[in-house]
């Protein structure tokens, strides 16, 4: 199962790489936001309550990194039902390739696309003034909370191809996924949110997801909110995957 997990993973990557419209949104469109608001936001850093960071785009870094991931996870399931409508799937599921290597091979290139992102992110804010308060140990860290994040957006992004077979449908999905990130506290702290977003936001997994990012690179290594984003993204990620082999058993037994 490992090898036909990895085999498609190297394919989905492959298709990926072949088709750069649906990679550039995923750093341009980030990107893009995280210069407005940085731009436009940066006095925000003076109110009363806003925690002592270097500058705005120290704290704008890991929310521009969150909603790349979840971008991620929409092209991710774009490209899968994109395999479900041109037959790819059906093909694949009359092979002897294990089922559960169905799932995972997509939610393995998720997690190598999801490290790239990360990468590309801090790379940008360093070049740009962002300092990462943590060090390497700090790195280590927003790569490790990224690529599990970036792991279980994947695999929600599977699991809705299945359930629609469709790609114009997960991508519809693209304004929920803005919704569910603007009710978190990955682009203003959770102090200063007005209710009822501020109690949303402390339910909300993108919150901690966030914060665990942000943690080393605007503040220290403080190892709380670390762990919890780490617990965050892991819990969505073994979620997502559970709904995923599900919405593939379902999709069988329609087959």
């Known amino acids: 199962m490992i090898a036909a997990s990895v085999a498609l993973a190297r394919r989905a990557l492959r298709n990926a790489l072949r ?10 469109f980030p990107t893009l936001f995280l210069a407005v608001n940085v731009g436009g936001l940066e006095r925000t850093t003076s109110l009363q309550g806003f925690p002592q960071v270097d500058g705005f785009l120290d704290f704008q870094l890991a929310a521009a990194i969150t909603q790349s991931l979840l971008l991620g ?7 899968a039902a994109l395999d479900i409508e041109g037959g790819f799937f059906d093909r694949l599921v009359a092979s002897p390739t294990p089922r559960l290597a169905i799932v995972l091979g997509r939610v393995l290139a998720a997690s190598v696309i999801a490290a790239i992102q990360v990468v590309y992110f801090l790379v940008l804010g360093l070049v740009f003034g962002a300092s990462i308060q943590g060090g ?18 994947g695999a929600l992004g599977m699991m809705i191809a299945l359930r629609t077979r469709n790609a114009s449908t997960v991508q519809g999905i693209f304004p929920l996924v803005f919704v569910i990130l603007f009710i978190s506290s990955a682009f203003f ?9 501020d109690v949303l936001a402390a339910y909300n997994p993108l919150s901690y997801i966030a914060e665990g990012m942000r943690q080393p690179i605007a503040f220290d290594n403080a190892i709380g909110p670390v762990l919890e984003g780490l617990a965050a993204a892991a819990g ?8 995923s082999v599900l919405a593939l058993r379902g999709r069988l037994r329609e087959a």
């Open 73 to 79: 996870g929409v092209s991710a399931g774009i490209a």
């Open 236 to 243: 969505v990620t073994v979620v997502a995957i559970g709904l």
């Open 19 to 28: 088709r750069p419209q649906f990679l550039a949104p995923l750093v341009l």
């Open 136 to 153: 390497a140990l700090g790195v280590l860290s927003v790569l490790a909370i990224g690529i599990v994040a970036g792991t279980g957006f």
């Open 189 to 197: 702290p959770r102090e200063l949110l007005s209710a009822p977003a």
